[in-house]
Structure formats: structure tokens, C-alpha cells
């Protein structure tokens, strides 16, 4: 993952210099702006990959801000922060215009998973039919999974996961992303569900294979890399 | 003197209040409506009464001047003058009067009538005053002008023959029908003042004690209630329903205590515990990586406390039923094999069976991603709890349709749950002896409760035998316009 510029909309200075700093020690530049105003302003003059708005901000509403974004069709990727957990505000947030959403308080590593995934989103590779990690191929379109040039059959689910980690290579992926995006769920499930699913899908995909791809990364979550290049 | 006008202000105050009791208000319309059905109903009366009394005597008067015409026909004025006679002296006769072509009298008992009654000499009878010549009982003629109704008939030879009916007996019937109005004007009255008391005491005087009650209850005093009389009637009703009300306002204030006091005892034990975990590192001068190691303990602490917080958040918004406006249409049966799906895997890693069983299709109208939540919540409580003694563990998960509801069911084969313990657990932050040392915030079964009691559903703990099976009961949603706006997901 390269460097990507970050516009930050937070009026907490502390927690706002934290981010900045955890966000610059990952390699990314990242700007701040106290205020819904100024934020506006700076994501006009434009030049970012990923912003990310708190929802409740002085002078202008986090939310007024994506919707002023959008309509001047600015597609830049947008992560919501909210101290409003709760699943209908996940949905206005996002209604507005809002790419992701993130609840306060939020685990730094998630925050970071989450904005790269964004990023990579936004990037035009995504329309690719097959994925490629090492000697790992995944057929979108005709739906198999080859591993140096063995068919590894999959269970619909595994392959949707496989699906989202390999479409963000390199980029760690959360237990919350994985259920957001490969179940449709957004909640924090209590028991190790994911990891067991990983664990049956590493099982499959790496073993018995000279290197593994799936990477497992502590204290945040899961990784695709091939180690060998 | 400021006295008198103060007084006076507070009498007129006073008068108007009483004016706009509703107990006077109901008697004055009473006293209104059956003052008049009464009059109308003795005027209609009366009126035909008087009717039909009045053609009576127009045809025994007709009858009357035949019967003599007839006379004078068959023998002449000597005749007719005998007739009339013999029937002028009967008692309580009719009133007869012959006169010649002048109009001076031949015979007959009327005394005098206007002069102008005579010459009229109409066919229809009319109504006259006159004198009624006639030997009373101190030998001399009566001088009482009274009323009659006469007709005047011309005889062959320009006599003229008056036949009449003393009109005494409809004055009379007139006086009776007065009589009746007067009377039934003051029973009226008098029955709208008995419905006044009776409104008053029986009627309005409950609903003042359910003021009163309510003024007591708004005081502060919410386990007080407002009395029922226990005769069923709308009153009761009222008073019942303000009840529950009451029972439910009760409720919400007692979760709200509840939720108070839970956030300060459990919320500030981890927050203690955390507290001390700091202080101790900071003091003990540890190494870097002994301080690395307490600071992740530190965060996985904070963790726990957010997903705590974060639950008795949405218990609490569940049960104000804040978030209903979210609901979409839910097809249970996907969402139940969705989340058997995600949870099997970890069950057979756990050496525990799971059997999912799904009746298709049950749309519900809700939230699909707090009834996932509930789902999971149940799932991790079967895995954590549910586990027997001996032998395999075994979960099922099943979603059946029961009527007008969704059965859905989650069963393990552990120990179950005491039936004198099942209330219990479903409060916030209440964790059984026996699993307390798993690890748990307590919340799982009240943010389920809350989460079904917002969609309308039940929740049921029953024993599986062996093991716990929690049972919610979910309405379905209508067929029809639902499932044309079914999404398929």
C-alpha cells in the first residue's frame, strides 16, 4: 500500500493529533481541520484519497459536508466517525453519502484496515475478473479457486471471503470488516466465529502448499501477502 | 370596601364554575329535551283530543236540528215548539232557542245570545257567548255569560231555530291539559335535579378521584394507583387502562433506576480494576515490555467496557423502542441459516453439533441487523453455557412457523437453567453462579428480551431436557404487499 493523502475532519484536537501522527507513522500524509467549514474547504481544493469526518462537528454538520461533497460530485471515499454507534445512524450515515462508518471509540488498526480498503476501492483495478496472490488465482466471474494450477473447491461463503481478502491484498482486513462485508452483519460477534472460518479457509487454501498467503495479524486482524516476492 | 366586590367576584367565580360542571350541564340538557318531549307530547295529545271532542258535538248539534226540522216538517210550529220544550227541560240538554222572522223568542233555554249569531244563520257551527234562560235552583234565570257552540237553522217561514252545545266540558278538558303540563314541567324538573345529584355523586365524583389520584401520583407517589370500583363499567375501564400506564411509566422509571445503578456498580468495578492495573505499572518501575504487556491488558479491559456499554446503550434504545423506525421487511429464514452458517464452523471446532433447521418463508417486519444480533447473542450463549457434563454437546437451531408467529428456538443439552432462576437472567448484568467465571458482561439476555419485546415478540426460557431452550416468538409479518417488497439478500 503507498502512501495516501488523508484529510481528517475531527474537532477533538487530542484524539485529532493521535490519529494524525498513528496515520504519518503508517506511511500515509495526513492533513486536519477542526471544523465542518474549514474541512469543506480543504476537500474542495481537493487532492485526497480518503477522508474521514467525525458526524458531529462546529460550524458545519459532518454529514452537511459529504452531502456538499457529493453534490459538487466529489467521489472521494468518506469514513464516518461517530459517537452514535447505533445501526440506524449507520444507515443515515451512510445514506448521506458516507463510504464507511466507523463507531467511536474505534481500535486505531481498524481505522487504518478500514481507510486502505477504502482507498483500494476507489482505485480503477477494481474491476478485474481474477485476483492473483502468488500462485493463488481466483475466477471471479467463473467462480473457482486455483493454486499452483490445482482446483481448491470452495463452499459459496469461503469463496466470498477469499474473494474480499484477496481484493485487498496487502491490506490488513478486520473480524468486523470480514462479517460487514462477506455476512452482511454489523456487530461485534463475541465467540472467535471469523477466525474459524479463516482457519477453515487457510486450511484449504495453504496447506499443503510450500508457503502460506493468508497471513494472520495480531491485535488486528487478517492479511493476503505473498512473502516470497 | 374591597371586601364586598372581592366576594361578590368570588361568588360569580364560584356560580361559574358550578355553570360549567358537567353534571349541570348533562341536567340542563335533560331538563331541555324532556321539558319539551313532554309539552309536544300533551300539546299532540290535546290538540287531537279536542278535535275529535269538537266534531262530536258538530254532529250531535247536526243530528239535533234534523230531528226537530223533521218535527216542524211533520207538524208544523205547535210541534216544534213542543219538542223543543220537552227537550230544553231535560238535565244537562243541549241548548235550543226558537224565534220568529223578528228574532223574538218562541221557545227554547237560551236567555240571550248577540243578535248578530241569529241573523248569521250559517251551515258550520260557531262558537258563542251567551245566557242561558233556564229556572235554576233559586227560581230565578241564570245571568252567567258562558261559551257555546252554536248553529243557527232557518226554518220554512223565516223562523229560526238555534241548536248549541254548552262548551263547558272542552274548557274543562283544556283546564286538565294545562294541569298535565304544569305537572309534568315540574316532575321533569324535578328529575333533572335527581339526575344532577345522581351525575354528580356517582359519576363526576369518580372522575374528580381519578384527578385527584392522578394530581397524587404526578406528586411523586408513582406506585400509587387510581381506585377501580370493581362494577366494570367505562369508568373502571378508564381507571384500568391509566393502570397500566401507570404499571408501564413505573416500569420504564424503575429500568431507567436500574440502569443507573447497574452503570455505577458495574461499570465502575472494571474502571476501578483498570484504575489499579495503571497505578501499579506506573509505581512498579517496570520494564518496557512488562509496560507493553499492561497496556494491552489495559485496552482489551477498555474493549470490554465499550461492548458494555455499547449494549446496555442499545438495551436501553430498544426499550424506549426508539429504533422501530428502522424496521424493513426480514426474511427470518435466511437470517436464521445466515447466522447458523457463521456459527457453525466454530461449533464443530468446538467439538459441539449444530443443527439448523429452517421452515421458509418467514418474513418478519423489523431490524435485520439487531435480530442477527439476537440470533448470535443466543448462539454464543448456547456454546458458552450450554455445555453437558459428559458426552457431546449439541445445539439446534430452529425456525418454525406457529400461526400468526415465528417460532424460533435455540436448545442446548447443558445444564438448563433452574426454573426459579429463568426471571432472573434475563435482567441486565444478572450472571448465575455457575458461569460466572466465563467470561460475559451479564447483558446478552436482556438486550435479547429488549430486542424482541421492540418487535412485538416473547421470549420464553423452557428446559430443553436436558439444557436451556431459549424460545422467541416474532410476528409475522402480513402476506400480501410484503412480499412484493421482499428483498432477496
Known sequence: MGAMRILLIEDDR????YLTRGLREAGHVADHAVDGEEGLHLAREGGYDVLIVDRMLPRRDGLSVIEALRSAGDTTPVLILSALGQV?????????????????????????????????????????????????????????VMRAGRSIPLQPREFRLLEYLMKHVGQVVTRTMLLENVWDYHFDPQTNVIDVHISRLRSKIDKGFDRPLLHTVRGAGYTMRDDAR | MPAEPAALSRAARLWTRFIRTTAVKLSLVYLVVFAGLAVFLIGYI????????????????????????????????????????????????????????????????????????????????????????AIGEDDRPSE????????????????????????????RFRTVVLEAVRVSVVVVIVLALATWVFVNHRVLKRIDGIAEASRRIMGGNLSERIPV????????????????????????????????????????????????????????????????????????DCDALIRT??????????????????????????????????????????????TVAVERPAPV?????????????????????????????????????????????????????????????????????????????????????????????????????????????????????????????
Open chain 1, 88 to 144: 440506524d445512524d449507520r444507515v443515515t450515515g451512510l445514506r448521506a453519502g458516507g463510504d464507511d462508518y466507523l463507531a467511536k471509540p474505534y481500535a486505531f488498526t481498524e481505522l487504518l484496515a478500514r481507510i486502505e480498503a477504502l482507498a483500494r476501492r476507489h482505485r480503477p483495478g477494481d474491476v478485474e475478473t481474477v485476483y492473483r496472490v502468488g500462485d493463488l488465482e481466483l475466477d471471479r466471474l467463473a467462480h473457482t
Open chain 2, 46 to 133: 290535546a290538540y287531537n283530543t279536542n278535535a275529535l271532542l269538537s266534531s262530536q258535538l258538530d254532529e250531535t248539534i247536526d243530528a239535533e236540528i234534523r230531528g226537530l226540522a223533521e218535527q216542524y216538517e211533520a207538524g208544523g210550529l205547535r210541534r216544534l215548539t213542543r219538542a223543543v220544550d220537552g227537550r230544553a227541560n231535560v238535565p244537562g240538554a243541549s241548548l235550543y232557542l226558537l224565534t220568529d222572522v223578528s228574532g223574538n223568542r218562541i221557545a227554547g233555554n237560551v236567555g240571550d245570545v248577540p243578535a248578530n249569531v241569529l241573523r248569521a244563520a250559517s251551515g258550520t257551527p260557531v262558537p258563542v257567548p251567551y245566557q242561558r234562560f
Open chain 2, 365 to 489: 417486519s423489523g431490524n435485520r441487523e439487531l435480530l442477527g444480533r439476537v440470533v448470535a447473542n443466543l448462539l454464543d450463549n448456547a456454546l458458552k453455557y450450554g455445555r453437558p457434563e459428559t458426552g457431546a454437546a449439541q445445539i439446534c437451531l430452529t425456525l418454525a412457523r406457529r400461526g400468526p408467529e415465528a417460532e424460533l428456538t435455540v436448545a442446548d443439552n447443558g445444564a438448563g437453567i433452574p426454573e426459579s432462576d429463568r426471571a432472573r437472567v434475563m435482567r441486565r448484568f444478572v450472571r448465575l453462579d455457575s458461569s460466572r467465571s466465563a467470561p460475559g458482561s451479564g447483558l446478552g439476555l436482556s438486550l435479547v428480551q429488549a430486542v424482541v419485546a421492540m418487535h412485538g415478540g416473547r421470549i420464553e426460557l423452557a428446559d430443553a431436557g436436558p439444557g436451556l431452550a431459549v424460545r422467541l416468538y416474532l410476528p409475522l409479518a402480513t402476506p400480501g404487499p410484503m412480499a412484493q417488497s421482499f428483498e432477496t439478500r
Open chain 2, 229 to 300: 370500583a370493581g362494577s366494570g363499567d367505562e369508568f373502571d375501564r378508564l381507571a384500568e387502562s391509566l393502570n397500566a400506564m401507570l404499571a408501564r411509566i413505573d416500569d420504564l422509571m424503575r429500568g431507567l433506576k436500574e440502569v443507573s445503578d447497574d452503570i455505577a456498580h458495574d461499570l465502575k468495578t472494571p474502571l476501578n480494576r483498570l484504575r489499579t492495573r495503571l497505578e501499579t505499572a506506573l509505581r512498579s518501575g517496570a520494564t518496557a515490555d512488562d509496560l507493553r504487556g499492561e497496556i494491552g491488558a489495559t485496552i482489551e
Open chain 2, 309 to 354: 456499554f455499547d449494549a446496555l446503550l442499545l438495551i436501553a434504545r430498544a426499550e424506549a423502542n426508539a429504533t422501530a423506525t428502522a424496521f424493513s421487511p426480514v426474511d427470518l429464514a435466511d437470517l436464521v441459516a445466515d447466522m447458523g452458517e457463521l456459527y457453525e464452523a466454530v461449533a464443530e471446532d468446538e467439538g459441539v453439533g449444530l
Open chain 1, 14 to 17: 487530542e484524539a485529532a493529533s
Open chain 2, 144 to 171: 252567567v255569560t258562558r261559551r257555546a257552540l252554536v248553529r243557527v237553522y232557518v226554518l220554512p217561514g223565516g223562523f229560526r231555530l238555534l241548536v248549541g252545545r254548552d262548551l263547558a266540558e272542552q274548557e
